[in-house]
């Protein structure tokens, strides 16, 4: 089997329009590694759209799944019937359920390249805005915690900050970073950000780009740029 992604940007559809994102995904396809769409579009198209952007280049289907085992497994295979490379759980569902989603992946991976990317804290929350029910501890604890956990379970990705990169050097897992900008100060909601190259020289596999290039002149030459400055070019 091929590499599951040809370079490391995965580029955010982040938009409420399938139009749009299709022109867009149509634009970036070829030079992007993969396209991510969540429920701002899931919950309209569904699994047609996935369908039909998985024609372009692989998909991360970003839902997050966070239920019972069972219907975790199911939205799971779901996704990868519709054609997703990449699909998300959240961490905090605990050894059970990520231990069933790591055995469906084993399988589906028979089938072609396929990830779960266990979902740790997101990088919207900073010290300041976490759950209630988080214990009072640092964000790194808490990625550490959870992060072991699924690898305990048999996840092999993670979704993870930057921030946290050096943290987790000692995992295997493929390592996807959100909050990925060129430029710092443009960071908008995102908490916790890091410039391309770093982040992959501290370990992360791929990045994920979302306004940077939806709101570029040139979308398909903000792919290129993100790309090449992953490669420190």
Request: hydrophobic share 45%.
């Amino acid at each position: 089997m091929g590499p599951l992604l040809q370079n490391p940007i995965i580029v955010a559809l982040d938009l409420d329009s399938a139009e749009e994102a299709y022109k867009l995904a149509q634009e970036v396809g070829e030079v992007a590694g993969a396209l991510k769409i969540g429920p701002r579009l899931v919950m309209r198209e569904g699994q047609a759209f996935v369908q039909k952007l998985a024609q372009l280049a692989p998909v991360f289907v970003d839902m997050k799944h966070f239920d019972i085992p069972s219907t975790m497994v199911a939205g799971i295979q779901a996704s990868f019937d519709a054609g997703a490379t990449l699909v998300t759980v959240h961490a905090l569902a605990g050894k059970e359920a990520l231990r069933e989603c790591a055995n469906l992946e084993a399988k589906l991976n028979q089938i072609r390249p396929f990830k779960i990317l266990a979902v740790t804290v997101l990088t919207s929350w900073g010290e300041g805005n976490l759950p209630i029910s988080f214990q009072p501890k640092p964000i790194k604890e808490h990625v550490l915690d959870l992060a072991s956990e699924a690898e305990e379970a048999g996840i092999t990705g993670l979704v993870c900050s930057g921030h946290e990169l050096d943290l987790l050097k000692d995992k295997k897992s493929f390592k996807v970073v959100p909050g990925i900008r060129m430029d710092l100060e443009e960071h908008q909601d995102q908490k916790r950000v890091m410039e391309p190259k770093t982040a992959l020289s501290k370990g992360a596999q791929a990045l994920v780009v979302g306004r940077p290039i939806l709101q570029a002149p040139n979308p398909k030459e903000a792919v290129l740029d993100y790309v090449m400055a992953s490669m420190g070019k």
